[in-house]
């Protein structure tokens, strides 16, 4: 069973860039969708965006002017810059492996998450 | 974006059957997916399609939709399934390649 691990650092200034890896293991990163999401704490979950192993994106229409989701096969990585954050954006953020159905999609599994506070 | 609507709070018996559901103009055209979030771990998924359930899930656990709603039935639940649960579908409104959540709901078991 494939498994990911969220890392990156856990404090973010306000107006600066939110930068996060994935690490997949225990599968192949190539051939699958990955996607970010994340989960403010005490509330419900957001939909960040997936990309493709090829690289192609898809991104949340609220947050796509600020949103780059990278990945780096060699590495079996995936990443995410969120830039000019806010409080708003202070959240556990996941890691999910997409599962296209169709026109629809699937999350699993999914990352332990790791929580990032924006703050100065 | 469209929205998914679920009761932010429902209740069960032990040992009884609990319905979840969400409600959303996008389920009409997509099917819906649940997740199931214990405090302090990640989601986990539970239900997708029109009612599969991913290895290893229980068979207490099943799926159901009409119309705009779509509902999770925990058939006998058991302690260990108070959680948190979540509805995802697609955005029917504007991008339908978004991905809208609902806002979940909280199973406590009695």
């Known amino acids: 069973q494939v498994q990911l691990q969220e890392s990156g650092p856990g404090l973010v200034k306000p107006s600066e860039t939110l930068s996060l890896t994935c690490t997949v293991s225990?599968?192949?990163?190539?051939?699958?969708?990955w996607s970010w999401i994340r989960q403010p704490p005490g509330r419900g979950l957001e939909w960040i965006g997936y990309i493709y192993y090829s690289g192609y994106t898809n991104y949340n229409t609220s947050l796509r002017s600020r949103v780059t989701i990278s990945i780096h096969t060699s590495k079996s990585q995936l990443s995410l810059r969120l830039s000019s954050v806010t409080a708003a954006d202070t959240a556990v953020y996941y890691c999910?492996?997409?599962?296209?159905?169709?026109?629809?999609?699937?999350?699993?599994?999914w990352g332990q998450g790791t929580l990032v506070t924006v703050s100065s | 974006s469209s929205e998914l609507t679920q009761d932010p709070a429902v209740s069960v018996a032990l040992g009884q059957t609990v319905r979840i559901t969400c409600q959303g103009d996008s389920l009409r055209s997509y099917y819906v997916s649940w997740y199931q979030q214990k405090p302090g771990q990640a989601p986990v998924f539970v239900i997708y399609g029109k009612n599969n359930r991913p290895s290893g899930i229980p068979d207490r656990f099943s799926g159901s939709s009409s119309g705009n709603t779509a509902s999770l039935t925990i058939t006998g639940a058991l302690a260990e399934d108070e959680a948190d649960y979540y509805c995802s579908s697609r955005d029917s409104s504007g991008s339908h390649l978004d991905v809208v959540f609902g806002g979940g709901t909280k199973l406590t078991v009695l």
């Open positions: 999910a492996r997409a599962l296209p159905d169709g026109d629809n999609v699937w999350f699993d599994p």
């Open positions: 225990s599968g192949s990163i190539s051939g699958d969708y």
